[in-house]
């Protein structure tokens, strides 16, 4: 079977968390056979037609199994008529929730690893590319996305609109993917001329600029550095509400956590640069090539990991680069020394493996071939195999063509090899000064103090390195001698935001000659720093935590509200503090449990109010739901906190007695989680 083209109407309807469908399939018979499947989830089928004739066909929940005499042939067409409750793969946020609450209501798809099979009737197999054409009907008054160029949105009826997407090119089927919500957006072009857009809420106004901060010139870069132009028809980045992942690169369109959406501040600490650059990457490595099985994973997540890397070393720095390559490097020395080592091709490795020592191998083969002949290598790949599928060997047969190398030495040691080659990558990294300065600092930490000083005050000269700043910083912790006190006002002086950071993780006891510059760490622009550092002038000065909190009190911090839960959290524990507002500051920490807060709130609420053992019988609701959530990360741990919680009599009561209001799935999976 060979399917070139899958055309389909797809009616989404988000109060009813279902999909209703009419898919067109034209496809190739390549061997006589008696029967052909389609990957088909829970879907119940209303019409089966094979070249517009009824066929007998079986359902079985997973497949749609068609049975006939099937022959070689070139034009076939099989339309499909079903509906189906996605169990995953597509997602339904916030729709049970009053239009009055002002919640962000989303629909998106999430087909990688959990399949577009399960809302459209397709292929749980890379190997199979089609072109897919969507027309999307939907609420009307919401924003739809999906991969291709837009052709119209046409009103169907009063409340129902069309939106029709055409692609050009064949992709495999994990890589569709469909997002609707009250978008705006805002549009750029790349240097050779393609549209991109750039999605958001309007409350999110502010955050535009600072997350999709270099969005165009990291198209730029990857056109020229890559040497094979961008291959789709125009370019989507889509932030939605509660995602399983950071971002994930279907064709053409991006989607990714709003919990990226970062503004000015925010952006000093984490932002969205790597995400971005590296789910970019992969609409050449991973969309454009496709790996043909697990085994050849690295093919997309190594070298798009890479290619982010090299975007950063572009826009912040060799420094930059190196350092993310030495991070990485102590990770995997550290797996491989545990004997827990993996290789590139294996089909089950981890994310650190695929990712990291993907990234890793690549960098040693650029310098073992040369810029010229990787980067030709790079091209040829690309050309030679665009809207394939690859495997290794496709990869490595080019480089041994540029180089004139034969590279079964270099497949032995980073491809083949379960153990990272540490030593190679050392000496790797002593290519670059910063690295081998950093490496002498790092080496002092075991040195006494008296003997380092005169090491650590030249580590801290203007202008100081980020991160052989930040070491200096920590080799100080604990140390309160006058040269130490010396030091520190060198580094708060330094004017680093990221030496200054160190000092607000590591400074657990302020001595009461540097508390005034401490204290001035609160109007930092970095919410870790003032987090860190309003915790802990609260824990030490508490006599002066009106102070504190006179200083933080517009402050929210990241999408997790991390600074401003802190300070509700300090005013509870200090109710002498402002008395009147103690139940107001309680309700507005309490709410943030709520289940249309995004999981990453709803998670820092509910560790607050933990630490107070404040959870109301809402906040117990909250969780019990929030333990079966669908980002698996957040259900995990809300499930060990409600295991906590049960273990606690108090606490257990009260769920038996929240147990006889329930009813239905809440009421059997509380059941369960009380007789474990």
């Keep these: 079977m ?224 890559i040497g094979f132009p961008y291959p789709w028809q125009n370019y989507k980045q889509i932030p939605v509400q509660d995602f399983l992942y950071s971002g994930m690169e279907n064709t053409g369109t991006t989607i990714f956590a709003n919990s990226l959406m970062v503004d000015s501040i925010a952006f000093n600490d984490r932002n969205y640069v790597n995400v971005n650059a590296h789910e970019l990457a992969h609409q050449w490595f991973g969309n454009l090539i496709t790996e043909t099985n697990g085994q050849h994973h690295w093919l997309h997540e190594g070298f798009s990991t890479y290619y982010a890397m090299l975007v950063e070393k572009e826009l912040f720095g060799e420094d930059y680069y190196y350092w993310k390559l030495y991070e990485s490097a102590e990770q995997l020395k550290e797996l491989s020394d545990k004997g827990k080592g993996e290789s590139l091709l294996a089909n089950n490795s981890s994310s650190l493996t695929y990712y990291q020592k993907g990234a890793w191998a690549l960098h040693i083969l650029r310098e073992k071939v040369g810029d010229d002949a990787f980067k030709l290598a790079i091209k040829n790949y690309l050309e030679k195999n665009a809207f394939k599928n690859v495997t290794t ?81 920590f080799q100080l912790e604990g140390e309160k001698s006058p040269s130490a006190l ?44 003032v987090e860190k550092s ?3 002038l609260w824990m030490q000065f508490p006599e002066e ?42 309700k507005e920490l309490s709410d943030f449990t709520r289940e249309y807060y995004p999981f990453e709130i709803r998670q820092n609420a509910f560790g607050y109010l933990y630490q107070l053992n404040a959870f109301s019988q809402q906040n117990l609701i909250d969780l019990l739901h929030a333990a079966r959530h669908h980002t698996y990360r957040f259900r995990d741990f809300s499930g060990k906190l409600l295991d906590r919680l049960l273990e606690n009599e108090e606490y257990r009561e009260k769920f038996v007695v929240l147990m006889k209001q329930l009813s239905g799935d809440d009421r059997e999976f509380l059941n369960k989680r009380l007789n474990n």
């Design 486 to 529: 010396e030091l520190y006002k060198k580094a708060f002086e330094s004017e680093n935001i990221y030496v200054r950071q160190a000092i607000a993780i590591s400074m657990e006891n302020i001595p009461l000659e540097l508390k005034g510059e401490f204290i001035g760490l609160l109007e930092d622009k970095s919410y870790l720093t």
């Design 2 to 225: 060979d399917f070139k083209n899958v055309d389909a109407e797809i009616s989404i309807f988000p109060m009813e968390k279902e999909v209703k469908g009419k898919v067109h399939l034209l496809f190739e018979i390549l061997t006589a056979t008696d029967s052909i499947y389609i990957d088909a989830k829970n879907m119940r089928f209303e019409k089966v037609l094979l070249n517009n004739s009824q066929v007998e066909f079986h359902n079985d929940s997973t497949r749609l199994w068609l049975i006939a005499d099937f022959k070689p042939s070139e034009e076939n067409t099989l339309d499909l008529t079903y509906s189906v409750k996605p169990k995953q793969t597509m997602y339904f946020i916030n729709w049970e929730f009053a239009d009055e609450l002002y919640v962000t209501k989303q629909v998106w798809t999430q087909g990688q690893g959990k399949y577009t099979s399960h809302w459209l009737p397709s292929f749980d197999d890379m190997r199979e590319k089609a072109v897919f054409d969507l027309k999307i009907n939907f609420n009307s008054g919401y924003e739809v996305i999906a991969n291709g160029e837009l052709k119209g949105a046409v009103a169907v009826n009063d409340s129902i609109t069309q939106w029709q997407f055409k692609m050009l090119k064949p992709m495999s089927s994990y890589l569709v993917a469909v997002a609707a919500g009250k978008f705006h957006q805002k549009d750029l072009e790349s240097a050779s001329g393609i549209d991109i857009s750039l999605y958001y809420q309007l409350e999110e106004e502010e955050k535009v600029e600072p997350t999709y901060r270099y969005s165009k010139e990291i198209f730029d870069f990857f056109e020229s550095e």
């Design 545 to 586: 935590t009106g102070k504190w909190l006179e200083k933080t009190a517009n402050i929210e911090g990241f999408s997790n509200k991390n600074v401003r839960m802190l300070w509700l959290t300090i005013n509870l524990v200090s109710p002498e503090i402002d008395p009147e507002k103690t139940a107001e500051y309680y």
């Design 534 to 536: 309003l915790l802990t």
């Design 393 to 473: 060997q496709n990869f490595i047969d080019e480089v041994e063509k540029t180089s004139g190398q034969d590279l079964s030495g270099f497949v032995d040691d980073w491809l083949k090899q379960s153990a990272f080659q540490g030593t190679e990558a050392l000496n790797s990294l002593k290519e670059s000064n910063f690295i081998i300065k950093y490496l002498e600092i790092a080496a002092l930490r075991q040195t006494p103090f008296q003997d380092k000083i005169v090491l650590l005050n030249r580590a801290l000269e203007f202008p100081v390195n980020d991160y052989i700043g930040q070491e200096a910083v």
